[in-house]
């Protein structure tokens, strides 16, 4: 509380901004998400108006805090029982798209030149669940805040085309409704991408892709142990040091278990997942109040390239698989 009280001219100011690009997104296109919105908010005042010194550490603060913070709201989204309704062959075939995507990601990015720690983000945003992956995986990295901004915005770039074109291209395939959901399920970014996407073509389609999407997000954990063998194993001491999660994670496994033996009431669940949006939103617009347009021109280009690389892949692998699966009928 002390801590907060101190810095709480910066906390203050990233506060004002990303409730405010929460509440204006709600009159916004759907490519301009509360997200995106905050960040470009925080980027017009950090870049055009002189931030205080005085308000740097508590906008560090909040950037780092409230990204940590929105991982624990995600988690009350996940319910394992849902999930094993999937049956073992479509949660084994998401399991591996996400370890292919992951190994992928790790190989590619360095030969793509994505500066900093951009590409890692963007691809276990990409494998996962978009922008609460990249807010997952950010702290363990050793990153900037150009990485995470850029990351989040290509992400969210082709969670929105996809959300927009993915389902007119599947509309003249002859597909059945699991398989719609899977393909949409399990390469759109967010789960707000997946539902704006898939409830279009059907209910039938929405609920197996929610349902798949949901998988995808309850892999977050191991997903991360994996991630930060690969990234950061020769500077690890010992096998155990793997497993030293962050609280927020260990926080996100305790929830997920206790939503599977206990029935969450709906409206505490939407309030969760507000709660999580705004949580976001606020750290996003800290974030933007800390980076350049110069440095994210720069950086960005990159960036985008990368993340198209790894949709267009991640699309294609799956639908080998389908098709796979289907040829063996």
């Known amino acids: 509380m002390n801590l907060i009280l101190k810095e709480y001219k910066g906390i203050l100011l990233s506060w004002t901004i990303g409730l405010a690009a929460y509440f204006l997104s709600q009159n916004t296109p759907h490519w301009l998400n509360a997200i995106l919105l905050a960040l470009l908010l925080g980027m017009l005042i950090g870049n055009f108006i002189k931030v205080p010194q005085a308000f740097q550490s508590g906008i560090s603060f909040t950037s780092s805090k409230q990204l940590e913070l929105s991982i624990l709201f995600l988690a009350f989204s996940i319910n394992f029982t849902q999930i094993a309704s999937l049956g073992v062959s479509s949660f084994s075939l998401i399991a591996t798209l996400v370890l292919i995507m992951l190994l992928l990601t790790f190989y590619l990015a360095n030969k793509a030149h994505c500066p900093g720690a951009t590409g890692w983000l963007v691809g276990f945003g ?19 805040d150009d990485d995470v901004a850029i990351s989040m915005a290509v992400v969210n770039l082709f969670g929105s085309i996809g959300m927009l074109v993915l389902p007119l291209a599947l509309a003249g395939l002859n597909l059945n409704s699991l398989q719609l959901g899977m393909l949409i399920g399990g390469s759109l970014h967010s ?125 294609g692998i799956l639908g080998f698989m389908l098709f796979l699966l289907g040829s063996n009928k």
């Open 126 to 144: 990409t494998a996962i669940c978009g922008s609460s992956a990249i807010a997952a995986l950010a702290p363990s990295l050793k990153k900037k």
């Open 191 to 315: 789960v707000g991408n997946v539902a704006g996407a898939a409830y279009g073509l059907s209910k039938e389609v929405g609920d197996a892709a929610i349902t798949i999407k949901l998988a995808r997000v309850a892999l977050l954990s191991p997903a991360l142990i994996f991630f930060n063998f690969l990234v950061n194993r020769n500077e690890m001491n010992g096998w155990k040091s793997y497993f030293k999660l962050p609280w927020y994670l260990w926080s996100f496994i305790a929830i997920t278990l206790l939503g599977t033996f206990i029935q969450f009431p709906t409206i505490w669940l939407n309030l969760m997942e507000t709660l999580g949006k705004i949580t976001l939103t606020v750290a996003m617009a800290a974030i933007g109040l800390k980076v350049s347009f110069t440095q994210l021109i720069q950086s960005g280009k990159k960036g985008i390239a990368f993340g198209l690389l790894l949709f267009v892949i991640q699309i």
